[in-house]
């Protein structure tokens, strides 16, 4: 009997097999976090670059109108690759220095708004001046837009261990936030569809 235990615990047959039965799944879980995690780095930078080439299209105009907004989402969600459905608002305004002897505040006064997709809705007044300290300081007059994207993100694997470790790549949401001015116009109107005009008030100093 003690010779048949100790030719069991010399017995070496089936190790390997058990070590690679216990070193597979793990291996598998490395290779997919890897792949996860790239691809939501990827995702990241491509929404950067995708508001910047939508930003960028806006300032080389002088004005903009629905249809040219709307093809401006349609670009935004191809140039996300696959990501949720993005969404998109344009928002221009300028700065009022305001007037000392009235002891009337500074502030980026509304000019218009326009938005694309599910996260937005036009800005108004009251949530402009709510973002006002995101904004670059400006010169009397001077005159900007609010470029705003959002994309969703959902991770291709869930790569979590149970319920114990989440893989925190679950609604992930990307946003970017690009205050950005004209190239060769002085701001960007906006035209809707019954022609109306919506720019800023001309400065007369």
Request: hydrophobic letters at 35%; one cysteine or more; charged letters at 20%.
């Amino acid at each position: 009997m003690i010779k048949l235990l100790n030719d069991l615990r010399r017995d070496e047959d089936g190790i390997a097999s058990v070590e690679l039965v216990l070193s597979i799944p793990i291996l598998v879980w490395a290779l997919l976090s890897t792949h996860v995690y790239f691809d939501a780095f990827k995702a990241e930078s491509l929404s950067t670059r995708a508001n910047l080439t939508v930003s960028d299209m806006f300032s080389r105009e002088a004005e903009v109108n629905d249809d040219y907004i709307t093809g401006a989402h349609s670009l935004l969600e191809q140039l996300s690759d696959g990501g949720g459905a993005p969404s998109l608002r344009i928002t221009s305004y300028y700065f009022d220095a305001g007037n000392p002897d009235t002891s009337s505040d500074d502030e980026y006064v509304l000019v218009w708004s326009q938005e694309r997709g599910d996260e937005y809705v036009p800005h108004t007044q009251a949530s402009l001046d709510a973002v006002s300290h995101r904004i670059p300081i400006m010169s009397n007059n001077d005159k900007s837009f609010l470029v705003e994207t959002h994309i969703s993100y959902t991770a291709p694997f869930s790569i979590g261990i149970g319920p114990f470790i989440p893989t925190k790549l679950e609604g992930i949401e990307f946003s970017h936030f690009t205050p950005i001015r004209s190239r060769f116009e002085g701001e960007l109107c906006y035209v809707n569809s019954v022609g109306l005009r919506s720019c800023a008030p001309v400065d007369d100093d």
